[in-house]
């Protein structure tokens, strides 16, 4: 994304890696469009656009997406050569609502 930057460093070989595994994973990054920004092993930055097909009634984005958002982020971060990870458990706390085209 222009002019964001990962708060660590990059790993562009962890990086190609983590995006050619994860294209496996449709509904993230074609159904709701979510791009792997930087990634290096413990760490990643992932963005979803606040588009209209992720809106709830009140025209905020589904508290259910935000939520795959940082899920994904963790598996990418996660991320292993030939092993599975997966979320067991997990909460989180909506602060206030989104602001922005881009999460």
């Known amino acids: 994304m222009a002019g964001i930057d990962a708060p660590f460093e990059n790993d562009q070989d ?3 890696e983590t995006r ?15 791009n792997i920004e930087a990634a290096c092993p413990g760490h990643a930055f992932v963005s979803m656009p606040a ?5 709830n ?3 905020g984005v589904q508290g259910g997406a935000m939520f795959t958002l940082a899920d994904i982020a963790c598996a990418v971060a996660d991320y292993r050569t030939g092993e599975l990870n997966m979320t067991v458990d997990g ?9 922005g085209s881009v999460l």
């Open 91 to 99: 909460s989180i706390q909506y602060l206030s609502a989104p602001k």
């Open 20 to 34: 050619e595994f994860f294209t496996g994973d449709v509904f993230v990054f074609e159904t709701i469009g979510m």
């Open 14 to 16: 962890f990086l190609g």
């Open 51 to 55: 588009k209209r097909h992720l809106h």
């Open 57 to 59: 009634a009140k025209a």
